[in-house]
């Protein structure tokens, strides 16, 4: 069975800093990772996803990820982030053999001035 | 247009009322989603609907009914609610089912109060 973890619940960084919010997965088949994000009382936005072809996926909002399968992980990076990205990052597998999709347990980044 | 649209934004019921939750989208997607979301948790998956017919039903109680009229439309009827089901409802819609991925397009969700 296909699992995702975001072992980091909250992340607190300064504006202008750089930020890494880390994602494993495990799963016996090919994936397609997503990493999401949903702003207070919104629903989910999809910042980038990994399909296939170059493991350095670019996103919106100046996001990237880094899809390694050696380490099984899809870890989410910006190399400078602004009070306005304060939001829930969700990092998601989508399993091939059914619809849905497998979310982590979510990252809080929390930006301040 | 990319954009999933859900009504009503907010809605607030007695546990004896009848409501309807609904979610419209003209991507031309085939696939179609229900999640139930709490607080500081991700989304919970309870039902797809893939070319208008239940796919996937996750043990869902009854008292939530779910139905698609049509390829656009998505509707969540429910019933004798209780209020730990109290929680922001997401839609969300796929290309077709079967496909070898699965990029989903949530709406804004609709945040219901159980009384």
């Known amino acids: 069975a296909q699992s995702v973890t975001q072992l980091d619940s909250q992340v607190p960084v300064f504006e202008e800093a750089p930020v890494e919010l880390r994602c494993n997965y495990s799963?016996?088949?090919?994936?397609?990772l997503f990493w999401y994000v949903q702003y207070p009382n919104q629903g989910l936005q999809l910042l980038l996803k990994?399909?296939?072809?170059?493991?350095l996926v670019k996103g919106i909002n100046g996001f990237e990820a880094e899809f390694n399968k050696s380490q099984t992980s899809f870890h989410l990076r910006k190399p400078s982030v602004h009070i306005s990205d304060t939001a829930e990052y969700f990092c998601?597998?989508?399993?091939?053999?059914?619809?849905?999709?497998?979310f982590g347990t979510g990252t809080r980044l929390q930006v301040f001035p | 247009d990319t954009e999933v649209t859900q009504t009503p934004k907010h809605l607030v019921m007695g546990m004896t009322n009848k409501k309807s939750l609904k979610c419209e989208q003209h991507?031309?997607?085939?696939?179609m989603y229900w999640y139930k979301q709490k607080a500081k948790k991700p989304p919970e998956l309870m039902f797809v609907?893939?070319?208008?017919?239940?796919?996937i039903n996750e043990s869902v109680p009854s008292r939530f009914s779910p139905e698609c009229p049509n390829s656009s439309l998505l509707n969540l009827h429910l019933h004798a609610l209780q209020p730990e089901d109290s929680a922001l409802y997401l839609c969300?819609?796929?290309?077709?089912?079967?496909?070898?991925?699965?990029?989903?397009?949530f709406g804004p969700g609709t945040r219901l109060t159980v009384l």
């Open positions: 969300a819609s796929s290309q077709a089912s079967g496909s070898f991925y699965n990029e989903q397009f």
């Open positions: 990994y399909l296939s072809g170059s493991t």
């Open positions: 799963s016996s088949v090919s994936v397609y």
């Open positions: 991507m031309g997607h085939r696939a």
């Open positions: 609907y893939s070319y208008e017919k239940l796919s």
């Open positions: 998601a597998v989508s399993d091939p053999n059914t619809d849905k999709l497998i």
